[in-house]
C-alpha cells in the first residue's frame, strides 16, 4: 500500500529571509495572508510548513507540478485538492497535516481514510496538572482514566494523556467530524503502555461505542521523546495490490523527518516576491510567555 510520512522540525527553524519569501511565494495568496495575521512567529512557522508539506507531496505523489493545482479547504478547514487528476485504476489519495509543539507532520495513504495528530508533552500552562486533568476528564472514558493515572509520575501521566488526545483527534480528523463528536465514544486500549524511539506501534484498539472496531488500524511513533504522533487508518477503500495485510509489517516505516531544502525541492513560485511578507514575519513574537505555577 502506498503511504507517505514526513514532519518537519518547524520550532527549530529559523528562517532566513529568503526563506521565509520564498515559502511566501511557494503557496497561495490567500494561504500566505491567512498566515500573515498569525499574531505569533511559531504559528506563522507551523502554518507555512503544513501547507509546503501538502503541495510536496501533490507534485512527488500525484505528479501535478507545483504551480499546476488549486488547494482547498471543507467548511471544517480541512485541506484537500480541488480538482485531483483520476489515473484509471487507482485509488485516490487521501491526506492529512497536523501542527503541534516543534513539529509539523503529513500522512497520506492511498486508497484509504486517513487521519494525523502530532503531541507535545508539557506542563500547564497555568494551575496544577491534577486541576488540568479534573478539567479534561470528561473528555475520556474510565479506562482511559484509569490507564492514564496508573504510572506514578506526574510527568509521565501527562505523556499519556497527550498519547491519548492525539489518538483521539487522529480518528476525529480521519472521519472529518469535527467539534460535534463526542470524545468518550472513541475508547483507546492503548497497547504497549511505553514506547521507544524510532519504532512504529500498530497494536492500540479503538472501541466505539463500546464495541471494537477491527476495520481501523492506529499507527504511534515518537518524534523525539517528547513529541507523540498518530495515525489513524480506515478500512480500505478498495483491495490494493502488493498489501500484506498484517498492520504491523505494513506500517513499519515511520516519519522521514524533512530539511527546509527538502521540502522545497519541487517548489515553484506562484506569486511574485513581496519584501513585505518578511517584515510583518519578523515584527512576531515567537510564541506567548507561557506562566507556569512553581
Known amino acids: 500500500m502506498e503511504r507517505v510520512r514526513w514532519a518537519f522540525r518547524c520550532g527549530a527553524w529559523n528562517p532566513s ?25 511559531k504559528d506563522a512557522k507551523a502554518a507555512m510548513a503544513g501547507r509546503l508539506l501538502i503541495r510536496k507531496l501533490v507534485c512527488v505523489k500525484m505528479g501535478l507540478p507545483w504551480d499546476g493545482f488549486r488547494l482547498d479547504r471543507t467548511p471544517r478547514g480541512k485541506p484537500f485538492l480541488s480538482h485531483p487528476r483520476s489515473d484509471s485504476g487507482s485509488a485516490p489519495w487521501s491526506f492529512n497535516i497536523s501542527h503541534q509543539g516543534d513539529f509539523a507532520v503529513l500522512a497520506a495513504e492511498r486508497g484509504r481514510q486517513v487521519g494525523v495528530d502530532v503531541m507535545k508533552t508539557t506542563r500547564p500552562g497555568s494551575g496544577s496538572v491534577q486541576e488540568f486533568f479534573r478539567i479534561m476528564k470528561r473528555q475520556f472514558t474510565e479506562l482511559e482514566w484509569r490507564t492514564i493515572v496508573s504510572v506514578p509520575s506526574e510527568w509521565d501521566q501527562l505523556h499519556l494523556f497527550y498519547r491519548h488526545w492525539a489518538l483521539k483527534e487522529s480518528f476525529i480528523k480521519a472521519i472529518g467530524s469535527g467539534l460535534g463528536f463526542n470524545l468518550q465514544r472513541a475508547e483507546f486500549h492503548i497497547s504497549p503502555n511505553q514506547m521507544q524511539e524510532g519504532r512504529v506501534y500498530c497494536q492500540t484498539k479503538m472501541h466505539l461505542d ?19 504522533v498518530a495515525v489513524a487508518l480506515g478500512k480500505p477503500d478498495v483491495p490494493v495490490p502488493n498489501d500484506a495485510g498484517n498492520p504491523a509489517e505494513a506500517t513499519s516505516l515511520g516519519f522521514t523527518v524533512l530539511s527546509f531544502d527538502e521540502l522545497m525541492a519541487e517548489a515553484t513560485p506562484l506569486s511574485k516576491e513581496d519584501p513585505a511578507h518578511w517584515e510583518s514575519f519578523r515584527n512576531k513574537q515567537e510564541a506567548p510567555v507561557r506562566h507556569t505555577d512553581g
Not at 18 to 39: A, V, Y
Open 210 to 228: 463500546e464495541e471494537e472496531e477491527e476495520d481501523w488500524v492506529f499507527e504511534e511513533c515518537l518524534l523525539d521523546e517528547n513529541h507523540h
Open 17 to 41: 529571509r529568503s526563506e521565509w519569501l520564498l515559502g511566501t511565494c511557494c503557496i497561495q495568496p490567500e494561504e500566505r495572508d491567512r498566515i500573515g495575521q498569525f499574531m505569533f512567529s
